[in-house]
């Protein structure tokens, strides 16, 4: 029988961690794909040609699917039982392809509420332009028995 | 109801104050899928076992295959052919390119000047997990209208919008908030629908 991966557990996990660095190489197939599975088929998600009439430099990224990579860092970190509550996150730069996207984050607090461990991160994607996302995560994580 | 000798402020706080949230609209095109999940994580290489293996997720809090949460969006979007319903107009276009340009708060700031678009902040909730086979409905419409702002891009205004998305036992299942600026480009080549 196949095993669960471990998750993190609340009570292992100290204001001030910082979760491990993830980078996401922004092909233009990961732009795009990521685009097509969000059901967005605006033309400047694939289409560099009509980006270019549009005044952007090339295609870009949607918001949609930033949300996405944001959920898959914070549960690459934490753990399938992770269990998220909320994702509040602010653009900036676009992700423009060639470049990468370089994920920090870092624990801000933490609580118990009703026997419920509840954490906040403070969640950073960065392109070579800058920061393309600042963002909140709030998650539930398992407590030890 | 507006005033010609009103200023652009007033005018759109007038809006807001008009506001009602529609109704749950029809319901989405699609159910909540495997397919569209695997595409999904495919694309975001999200390999959490609990949105694609059974046996695993039945393991997981959850206790069997649940959707991505940032996945919620994806559910109500109208699809290549404008199909899949789910939102009406005015509540529909904030979560794709900022609003109707030719009635409403986004006409007046059109004619003002404030003409590219650029969405700047999405906040989602979640009550909970949605699984395969959950029918979504949403609901939602214009929440506020800030002052005129100066940015990096341009003078503008931020517009944001709340959408509630509902399942098929008419329980809240998530909610979410999108914030877009509408600004007089600061020069030329600024970008109309520049994101998202």
Redesign the interface.
Same mark, same amino acid.
């Given at each position: 029988?196949?095993?669960? $991966?471990p998750s993190k557990n609340w009570a292992d996990v100290k204001v001030g961690d910082e979760l491990p660095e993830l980078v /996401?190489e922004l092909t233009p197939t990961?732009i795009i794909?990521?685009a /097509?599975? =969000? *059901? &967005?088929?605006?033309d400047?998600?694939h289409d560099r040609d009509l980006a270019h009439k549009? %005044?952007?430099k090339d295609i870009?990224m #949607?918001?949609? =699917?930033? #949300? %996405?990579?944001? %959920? *898959?860092y914070v549960? &690459?970190w934490a753990g +399938? #039982?992770a269990?998220? *509550? =909320?994702?509040?996150? *602010?653009?900036g730069v +676009?992700n423009y392809p060639y470049d990468q996207m370089r994920f920090s984050g870092k624990v801000e607090s933490k609580e118990l509420v009703d026997g419920e461990g509840r954490l906040e991160l403070e969640i950073r994607g960065a392109n070579q332009l800058g920061d393309h996302v600042k963002g909140t995560v709030q998650l539930v994580l $398992?407590t030890r028995a | 109801m507006s005033e010609p000798d009103q200023s652009l402020d007033e005018r759109l706080q007038e809006y807001v104050k008009a506001a009602v949230p529609s109704p749950p609209g029809p319901p989405a095109r699609d159910p909540v899928n495997r397919p569209m999940i695997h595409h999904w994580c495919d694309a975001i290489g999200d390999t959490n076992p609990i949105y694609v293996d059974e046996e695993l997720a039945a393991q997981s809090v959850h206790g069997g295959l649940v959707a991505p949460p940032t996945m919620l969006q994806a559910w109500g979007m109208p699809g290549l052919r404008g199909r899949g319903p789910s939102l009406p107009e005015h509540a529909r276009a904030p979560a794709l390119v900022g609003g109707n340009r030719n009635r409403g708060p986004v006409a007046l700031l059109h004619e003002a000047g404030y003409t590219s678009v650029v969405a700047t902040d999405s906040e989602q909730e979640y009550k909970r997990y949605l699984r395969p086979g959950d029918v979504l409905r949403m609901s939602g419409g214009l929440e506020s209208i800030s002052s005129e702002k100066k940015t990096a891009l341009g003078d503008g205004y931020f517009v944001t919008n709340k959408t509630t998305y509902w399942d098929q036992n008419d329980e809240v299942v998530a909610e979410m908030r999108f914030r877009i600026l509408w600004f007089k480009p600061r020069r030329r080549g600024g970008g109309e629908e520049s994101q998202p």
């Open positions: 029988m196949k095993t669960l $991966p /996401i990961v794909s990521t /097509i599975a =969000s *059901r &967005d088929y605006q400047v998600h549009k %005044g952007s870009f #949607n918001i949609l =699917s930033t #949300n %996405g990579f944001v %959920g *898959r549960t &690459d +399938p #039982n269990v998220l *509550r =909320s994702v509040k996150i *602010r653009l +676009p $398992p | -």
